[in-house]
C-alpha cells in the first residue's frame, strides 16, 4: 500500500490531521490499534481553545459543536470561602472557550472520514514504524492475520503517551523532561444539571475539587485524591459528599446528585519530549507531551501541533519547500513549554500539596489574591486560558 502521509493513532488529533490533509487532496492513511468504538469511549477533555475551534471549523466537522456546544466567556476560582471570575471575554479582548466533549470531537471526525472515503485501518496489530530516518519510511502491520505494510512519505505519530512511534525512536536521539504529582483526580460523569453555568476551580482545605460540564443536562466533577485511591473506594454518595465540602456554599446547594456514568482515577504529570521531528516521523499531541487536565490544555495543544504539521505537509506538496518541515518541533515546542507553564501554575496553586508548610500555604493563597485584586494577573490566566496564539 502506498500514501503520501501514515497517521498512526484515531484519536482526535491523528483524525482532525487526517480530515484537514484529505481536503486538501494529500493522501493519507490512519493506522489504530484498537478498535472505532474503543476510541469513542474514551472520556477524556471538554473546553475548547478558540483556535481549535476554529481548526475545525477549517476541517468542515464543526456543524454539531456550534449547535450543541457551549460558549464560556468565563470560569470562577474559588478560594478561602470566597469566589473570583475571571472574565476571558472581557480581558482578551472578546475571546471565549467552547465546552464539547473531546468524545463528540473524535465522532463527528470520525463520520466526516467515512464520509470522505479515507482510510483508517482499525485494530491493527504488530504496529511498528520502519526506516523514518531515510527518505522511505514505512509502517508494518498484521490485520486479521494478514502482514501489509504501508509506503509513505511521511508518519504522523498520534498515538499518544503509550504509543509505538515515540519508543520507537533511540533514546539517544531526544530528551524527556517530567514531573508527577502526588495526587490524582478522581472523575464522575452524571447526567444531572451543571451546579454552575461555567466551570468553577476550588482551591480547599481539603483538596482541590472542580465543577465542569459536557453539556446542559451532562456535568463533570472531580475532587483531588491520594494517588494509592481506588475507584471502589469511593461510592457515588461519598463522592458528591465530599465535593460538595470542597465548594463555596451557593455552588455546593446547586450540586444534583445522580448515579455516575463514568468514575475514573487519572493521576497527574507534566511531560515534554524534545524534539519532536526525527527524519520523516513527526510526534504531535500526547505522543510528544502531556500537561496535568487543571488547566483544559491537553487536546488544545494537540490541536495547535496539528495545525503547525498540516501547514508544513500542505507547504511541501503545494510550494516544494520544507521550511515548515525543518521548524515544526520548534514553533511547536515553544507553544507548549508556555501551556506547560500554565498547567503548572494552575496545579501548584489550587491543589494541596502533601507535606506543604504553612509558608507553602500563604504563598498559594498569596498568589489567588493577587490574581483576585489585579486587572493585569487576571489578564494573564485568562490570555492563557483562552489558548495563546498559533
Not at 503545494?318 to 521550511?323: F, Y
Not at 490566566?381 to 483562552?386: G, L, T
Request: hydrophobic share 40%; with cysteine; charged share 25%.
Amino acid at each position: 500500500m502506498r500514501t503520501q502521509v501514515a497517521i498512526i493513532g484515531a484519536g482526535p488529533s491523528g483524525l482532525l490531521l487526517g480530515q484537514l490533509l484529505t481536503r486538501q487532496g494529500i493522501d493519507n492513511v490512519i493506522v489504530e490499534r484498537r478498535g472505532g468504538d474503543h476510541v469513542l469511549s474514551r472520556i477524556r477533555a471538554g473546553v475548547l481553545e478558540q483556535g481549535m475551534v476554529d481548526l475545525l471549523d477549517e476541517a468542515g466537522v464543526s456543524l454539531r459543536l456550534h449547535r450543541e456546544g457551549i460558549v464560556h466567556e468565563g470560569f470562577t476560582l474559588a478560594f478561602a470561602g470566597r469566589r473570583h471570575r475571571i472574565d476571558m471575554k472581557g480581558l482578551t479582548g472578546g475571546k471565549t472557550v467552547t465546552v464539547y466533549g473531546q468524545t463528540e470531537v473524535t465522532r463527528d471526525l470520525m463520520e466526516a472520514r467515512q464520509v470522505a472515503g479515507a482510510s483508517t485501518i482499525y485494530n491493527a496489530e504488530n504496529v511498528a514504524v520502519r526506516d523514518f530516518e531515510s527518505v522511505s519510511p514505512r509502517v508494518s502491520l498484521t490485520k486479521d492475520g494478514m502482514p501489509t505494510e504501508i509506503s509513505c512519505d511521511f508518519i504522523a505519530g498520534c498515538d499518544g503517551f503509550h504509543g509505538v512511534c515515540r519508543q520507537s525512536v533511540p533514546l539517544h536521539a531526544f530528551q524527556e523532561f517530567q514531573r508527577s504529582y502526588p495526587f490524582g483526580w478522581l472523575g464522575l460523569l452524571a447526567d444531572v444539571p451543571a451546579a454552575s453555568h461555567e466551570l468553577v476551580y476550588a482551591n480547599d482545605e481539603r483538596g482541590f475539587a472542580l465543577c465542569s460540564m459536557r453539556s446542559t443536562t451532562r456535568s463533570r466533577y472531580y475532587i483531588q485524591v491520594p494517588l494509592e485511591t481506588k475507584i471502589e473506594d469511593w461510592s457515588d454518595e461519598q463522592f458528591f459528599a465530599e465535593l460538595r465540602l470542597r465548594l463555596p456554599p451557593d455552588v455546593a446547594a446547586n450540586v444534583t446528585t445522580g448515579p455516575s456514568l463514568e468514575k475514573s482515577i487519572a493521576p497527574l504529570r507534566s511531560f515534554v519530549v524534545e524534539p519532536m521531528r526525527f527524519g520523516q516521523l513527526f510526534l504531535a499531541g500526547d505522543a510528544a507531551h502531556i500537561v496535568p487536565p487543571t488547566g483544559a490544555k491537553g487536546l488544545n495543544l494537540a490541536a495547535s501541533d496539528i495545525r503547525y504539521l498540516f501547514d508544513a505537509i500542505v507547504e511541501f506538496y503545494l510550494e516544494k519547500s520544507t521550511v515548515g518541515l525543518d521548524t515544526y518541533s520548534t514553533r511547536a515546542l515553544a507553544r507548549i513549554w508556555k501551556a506547560e507553564r500554565f498547567s503548572w501554575w494552575m496545579t501548584s496553586v489550587l491543589h494541596k500539596f502533601p507535606g506543604n508548610s504553612p509558608f507553602d500555604e500563604r504563598m498559594q493563597r498569596a498568589e489567588l489574591e493577587y490574581v483576585e485584586k489585579s486587572r493585569a494577573a487576571s489578564t494573564v490566566v485568562a490570555e492563557n486560558y483562552v489558548g495563546l496564539p498559533y
